[in-house]
């Protein structure tokens, strides 16, 4: 069992009683330096900087992944080169549907991850300065309504 603590001084005796009477015999104390971020932290700069109009996300990550949805119906738009560049760092991850895809609202487009459990901050902002330089990697366009002649 791993905990992110950011201070010993938040344990109390009765939390550990309970996590032993649940079976956690192991506990282990994450430790970060100034430079730095858990996934679960890092993730949310990454996802802020890959959505564009029309992408939202989810904000509980799990495992230093957060899935990006679509905030209303439209066509999913990928900047593939940027999204490569962006791959192409080291300690990131984003996979997504295809390129000028149909959407629908609330359907989940993409996942982007740290992929370590601590990224180091000069990685996590290179991915960020990625996706900020092609701003946005992912976006919808809203459909235009059909005009009758």
Do not use: W
């Not at 282990?28 to 996934?39: A, C, G, R």
């Not at 959505?51 to 509980?60: C, D, L, M, Q, R």
């Not at 991850?113 to 960020?128: C, F, G, H, S, T």
């Amino acid at each position: 069992m791993l905990l992110h603590v950011k201070g010993l001084s938040d344990a109390k005796n009765e939390d550990l009683c309970r996590l032993m009477k649940i079976g956690k015999n192991n506990l282990y104390i994450l430790d970060l330096k100034d430079n730095e971020i858990h996934e679960d932290e890092a993730v949310f700069e990454l996802a802020s900087a890959l959505a564009g109009p029309g992408i939202t996300f989810s904000g509980n990550p799990k495992e230093g992944k957060l899935e990006l949805m679509a905030d209303y119906q439209g066509l999913f738009k990928v900047n593939i080169d940027a999204l490569i560049a962006f791959n192409m760092v080291n300690d990131v991850m984003c996979a997504s549907v295809h390129n000028n895809t149909y959407v629908e609202k609330n359907q989940s487009l993409a996942a982007t991850r740290a992929i370590p459990l601590v990224i180091d901050r000069i990685e996590l902002n290179k991915a960020v300065q990625v996706a900020s330089d092609n701003y946005p990697i992912f976006s919808v366009k809203i459909f235009n309504p059909f005009c009758k002649l």
